[in-house]
DNA sequence: ACGGTAAGGTGTATGCCGTACACCCGTCAA
DNA sequence: TTGACGGGTGTACGGCATACACCTTACCGT
């Protein structure tokens, strides 16, 4: 039961995980290498594959650490201080670990965290009057500022073949992502699993540019000047 | 003079960096290794060094080529439509080079295309009749569209510490960008050589988010629908 | 015509990387 | 007691960037 003074406690999936993200803050993306990461841990490089299946797998697990930091949305705010609020604080945490825009960025399929958090953020335009498709263009015009990057959005994965299959997986995806869900089913008809399938880039886009420049003219019609005071018509 | 049907014409910098953008864009930037480059130009991989110092040259110089595929500003525009114009540019090249916005993002020093490209955006604003402290919030507003992605400021590359050499470097850039110098002393007087320097990347982010938040209030407020119609107030 | 120089290309080798595969040991259930 | 299994090991392979020594060719001033 007891052992000797000299053994380690062995590893798990979530010790692995918190180490990568340490050793990620501490020396950069480019040196953490299956290798380091053992040996920070004191062990072989080939007993991490005991709780991460490869590479890619360990950074989406990184992911899911570090978009578990940011902060859960304000309860009783009003909409607009919410999404204030909790994109700054993503943004704070994506400060923290320097390396993470990127490998979100590189994530070939969306992370259930990162879905999460654009749920309960279209949960706090939807609970202050939005309607589904407003919201929709306007997590679109959010993107980069919930990340620090443009994510054009993510690939949305191909449904199994099997009906039944296929059921499961959509019931479960809606039970998890409700607002998603909704939102991408009021938005087209075709059940955008991921939140992006089915809509035009090229506007999204072109939304929120437009946003943005009409913002500009706006301000400098005003003879807006930075008193560093916030922004406003 | 004349030579054998089977010599190769011999490589040059020019040559080389537009055959890793190709390959680039066939391939994917992962499958861009500087063997594959070479056997795709029939040459041993260490014959490229010869024209490039190491890889990270390499990507530069393809940066460098991409960007330089974005039209020219539109001359004679008004101002926003020139805005407009150059960065659907700038997003159709990008989105014709897939890899492109992950490797700008990665580049440590800002290259020099691209620190063109924002002189003269600047230059367009500046024309159109902003102040030098609008044009900077601006462009910080702006730097996920021009890009597909935030970069939340090229790191300022320390000058040399001989007085003559950066007094000579400081010519030289404010020659070749003489918006953003224009900017980067009207705004601070450190004279910040990337525009970047001493300015406060927490207020740029809120600037441009509550600009976003405001312009979203205002359509919320007017009862927008995607009716496929550019947004405005 | 000749030797020198240098630019362009080659071949070999080193030290990283991710990870496949066979193995070994301690724990615990049957 | 046995046997399966979870966790850790050791070895090995192929791919990567790239250092270094070398060779070939073209062209230069003499």
Redesign the pocket.
């Known amino acids: 039961m007891l052992?000797g003074e000299g053994r380690?406690a062995?590893?798990?999936r979530d010790r692995v995980l918190r180490a990568a993200v340490a050793l990620a803050d501490e020396t950069g993306i480019d040196a953490l290498?299956?290798?380091?990461l053992a040996e920070r841990l004191g062990?072989?490089?080939?007993?991490l594959?005991?709780?991460v299946a490869?590479?890619?797998e360990l950074l989406d697990g990184m992911v899911e650490v570090v978009v578990g930091e940011i902060d859960p949305p304000p309860r009783g705010a009003e909409w607009k201080d919410a999404v204030r609020q909790r994109i700054l604080s993503a943004r704070g945490t994506l400060l923290r670990h320097g390396w993470a825009s990127a490998v979100i960025q590189s994530r070939t399929h969306a992370p259930p965290a990162v879905l999460a958090y654009m749920d309960s953020l279209i949960g706090t335009f939807r609970a202050g009057g939005f309607s589904a498709d407003l919201t929709h263009h306007v997590m679109h015009a959010l993107g980069i500022r919930m990340w620090g990057f443009t994510q054009e959005v993510f690939p949305t994965p191909q449904p199994p073949a099997d009906p039944d299959a296929r059921a499961a997986m959509f019931g479960e995806f809606a039970a998890r992502y409700p607002h998603i869900v909704d939102m991408a089913t009021a938005v087209s008809d075709d059940g955008g699993m991921a939140g992006g399938a089915g809509c035009d880039d090229q506007f999204e886009f072109e939304f929120a540019l437009d946003l943005l420049l009409d913002g500009f003219e706006r301000l400098h019609q005003g003879g807006w000047t930075s008193a560093r005071s916030v922004p406003s018509a």
């Open positions: 052992q380690r062995p590893l798990n290498s299956m290798r380091n062990v072989v490089p080939m007993a594959y005991k709780h490869n590479k890619e």
